[in-house]
């Protein structure tokens, strides 16, 4: 009997019953890509085209993304908290006029954003 295609490219069956399956497995896990990897993404598509293609060819991309993001999560977090704090922004004010702590809020949070695009995105 004359090999597939499958078992050419050196995929193996497994039979059940009457039936052959092909065993197949999941690819590894990545680690996910989010907001600040697709920016920083976008920009060295578009500025950077060297550092992009030698991590596209490279097979690093990926990783090399997921890695802006955890770094730009972790600085956003740690800055609106160190800007909250640094602004009285407390939990007392939350509870005495939410809405004054809504927009002291987004103020840090707006803050912390142009922090991160201009000392890690676009970098």
């Not at 004359?2 to 059940?16: A, D, H, P, V």
């Not at 702590?101 to 695009?117: F, L, P, Y």
Request: proline share 2%; charged share 30%.
């Amino acid at each position: 009997m004359e090999k597939s295609l499958f078992e050419q490219m050196g995929g193996t069956y497994e039979m059940r019953g009457d039936y052959r399956f092909p065993c197949l497995a999941l690819p590894a896990e990545e680690k996910p890509v989010g907001v600040w990897g697709q920016r920083h993404l976008r920009y060295i598509r578009q500025h950077r085209k060297a550092l992009y293609t030698a991590l596209w060819m490279g097979g690093g991309l990926h990783d090399y993304l997921a890695d802006i993001d955890r770094q730009a999560e972790e600085m956003f977090f740690q800055l609106v908290k160190d800007y909250a704090q640094r602004q009285g922004i407390t939990e007392r004010l939350k509870a005495e006029n939410q809405m004054e702590w809504v927009g002291r809020m987004n103020s840090c949070k707006a803050q912390v954003e142009e922090v991160i695009m201009a000392e890690l995105i676009y970098t």
